[in-house]
């Protein structure tokens, strides 16, 4: 082992994994390092690969450390928060991080993100006062307040009122523009109102997501990632040191990935339903889209995934309680123990269909190998776990009171595309 990564696993794991696992030669940080080891390679992005069951976790874990590289796990509210569709949750993800990791002697540096953590209303701002301490208390190192649910105005001041709890070591992303394909696309002007609010009040986000054309699950057009608009939100946001982080990547090619990470500053990209459907054996394409045949189901492959006779068990479940598509996300909880129970030579090929999937991601599609060295040196040159933000305060508090951003919210405008269900 090298002596560059004992060093980091001594100072770079932050206090509250510490706390959880002192004897733990995982190397787990704050999202901050996995942010900046892109930003230093350039023209690069890591998956947040969203374990939505264990195969997942430990296919993507595996994969990271063939590529030498920095990687995120995470999952979102919908996923795994108090009415969660997982049993991987926002309080057993870090647990079941950290075993895999010393289980297999992975020593790649690793994130635990809370993604989307939705706030849709006041109620949620108030319960999150609470909630968001417990996921740190159970091992998340980064988390994505998305309150792009609500109006501009309240969306930043959202944001305003959660920040203090959320440690200053922490990764944070925040988020404009619920992600709903070609509706409601994300504008310049309303991800500046964002981000210099934020700023004003001494915000710094790592990490902004924007609806750039894609959508959550499974993604049935070409419409896609808009690459041009992302450029030019990106571009806008230079000042402010703020890396994108892409969502919804099922249903774009790889070129058009290579393209965000190319031409954009995105340094994290999330992939969740792709990754659950490859560890069932569902025929999955370049696109990360799972296959339909000819009466539109799913297309298993024999010998992949699950066995036959638990996925005739699924699909039937599924029939039963009407759930077609991506609500075929709603199989991982009443399944989690069944696909624990097979037999060890299917749980491999469970993990191995990820761990190949996300190899060649980071590696041929992501341009993320070897950037676990470079999150190791970002450890090293801070001598701790603790990054800083990237950038100071450039806006000025006192333009940026609540009545002000009600005013400045108020002459945005734009179209924030139908209202529904756009949650992951």
Known sequence: MSSAFEKALSVGRPPNIVALFPNSRGLIVSGKMIDRALAAKGKAMTIAANGRNHFVIRGALKAAQRANAAIIVEI??????????????????ARQVDAVLNELGITVPVAIHADHYGIKGEKDVAAARTEIPSLFDAGVTSIAIDASHLPDDDNLLAGIALAPYVPKWAGFETEVGEIKGKEGLSTKDEALFLIQGLNAHDIFPDWIALN?????????SDQG????????????????????????????????????SKETGTTKANVATALQMITWGVQVNDYGNAQLDDAGDFIKVPDKGVTQELW????????????KGG????????????????????????AKGVEDFVYTLLTDVFNAGDTAPLAVEAILEAGGYDLGPKVGRIENPSDWTEEKIREKAGKLGGDKGPKGDFDD
């Open 327 to 350: 609500n075929y996300k709603k199989l991982n909880l009443p399944f989690e123990n069944r696909l624990l129970g097979q037999s060890k030579d299917v749980r491999e090929r469970m």
């Open 225 to 260: 990632i808009q690459v041009p608009l992302t450029r030019e939100i990106h571009e806008a946001l230079t000042p402010y040191k703020v890396s994108g982080a892409q969502h919804g990547t099922s249903g774009n090619s790889s070129d058009r990935l290579r393209s965000i």
């Open 212 to 220: 750039n054309g894609t959508t959550h699950g499974i993604e049935a």
């Open 312 to 323: 005739a068990d699924m699909t039937a479940y599924a029939g039963e309680n009407g759930l």
């Open 76 to 93: 979102a509210k919908s996923e795994g928060g108090a009415g969660a569709y997982c049993a991987v949750n926002f309080w057993n993800l």
